[in-house]
């Protein structure tokens, strides 16, 4: 089974930065492609980012440029860096990773728990 475990959420100030990891193990054959996704209070949860592991990218238009996510594939890690930080990006961030198994082979995906991002004012 597959677990992914985020870090390096918390408090920064508008217009500041932080950074994301997120790392899968278990047994798995290989990783796909892994995303960020976010949700605010009281919004329904979107996709922030996603990065497939030949490096292909796609980023939620109101992040492209502030957002930057890469991979670690030797170490099955995810990453997003977040720059120029707006109140309105405050949001439980949630990784995701589409895998395949060991034997027999299936395609599947898991969520980590999430880590909260807050951006005062």
């Known amino acids: 089974q597959v677990q992914l475990v985020e870090s390096g959420g918390g408090l920064v100030q508008d217009g500041g930065s932080l950074r994301l990891s997120c790392s899968a193990s278990?047994?798995?054959?290989?990783?796909?492609?892994m995303a960020w996704h976010r949700q605010a209070p009281g919004k329904q949860r979107e996709l922030v980012a996603a990065m497939s592991t030949d490096g292909g990218t796609n980023y939620a238009d109101s992040m492209k440029g502030r957002f930057t996510i890469s991979m670690d594939n030797s170490a099955n890690t995810v990453y997003l860096q977040m720059n120029s930080l707006k109140p309105e990006d405050t949001a439980v961030y949630y990784c995701?990773?589409?895998?395949?198994?060991?034997?027999?082979?299936?395609?599947?995906?898991?969520w980590g728990q999430g880590t909260l991002v807050t951006v005062s004012s």
């Open positions: 278990g047994s798995m054959s290989r990783i796909n492609a």
């Open positions: 995701n990773a589409a895998y395949i198994t060991i034997p027999p082979y299936r395609y599947l995906e898991v």
